[in-house]
């Protein structure tokens, strides 16, 4: 999966269960900063337990036993997950917040482009093996007025193997990179992203706007797009 995406120019999100790390048919702890490099390793809980099921001591555990772990194999912060399973409560997206994740993806595949409405729960796309090919071709059809649409696939690599459908992501990838328009990026490039646009300052009639982050921006203005550098202030009119 990797070695297809870094083919394409394509970004992924690898959510491990460090606990697993080594086990038959498992990466070795020993390979994940060098495999997932340029993409990005997201927690995915030591056991992978049910954690709407499990006491809140455990539910602490599982996330920061992991995230630490991980951390230490790819020598950065990790801020995200996954659910195991896909399941979650309210209670455990607040118990998410309190231990420094910014992002969880759920299982709950909404079949539309369009932005999470909170991070903590974060329906995807579709799965891969749920008509992929044609909801990426509407996506490429997406109207630029719409304005950022998100295509965001979610699976398990292993999948391929027992579909024996390795083929058909291949396929998926070669087309989509082909267009120039499509930022490819893992889920807290994209997070953080959106935070950065969120934090843009304008003054009253729009015509100045300042950008506080070191990251730059991109904005429609009157049509065109215009690019906000980082740390600047920039006249719009």
Known sequence: MVGLFNQYGVKGTFHLNSGALGRENVVTREEVKSLYNGHEV?????????????????????IMEDRKELERLVGYPIRGMSYPFGTHTSEVADTLAELGMVYARTTASHSSYHLPERFLTWHPTTHHNNSLLERAEYFLKLPYWQGIGLFYVWGHSYEFDHDKNW????????????????????????????????????TSDYTI?????????????????????????QKLA
């Open 167 to 202: 083929g058909m992501m291949e396929s998926i990838c070669e087309k989509l990179a082909t267009d120039s328009e499509i930022w490819f990026a893992t889920n807290i490039e994209i997070y953080n992203y959106l935070q950065s646009i969120r934090q843009l300052q304008f």
């Open 42 to 62: 997201s927690v995915h809980t030591v056991g992978h337990p049910h954690l709407a099921q499990v006491p809140r001591e455990r539910l602490i555990a599982e």
């Open 209 to 233: 706007v300042h950008n506080p982050c070191a990251q730059p921006v991109w904005i429609n203005v009157n049509g065109d797009t215009v690019k906000i550098e980082g740390g600047t202030t």
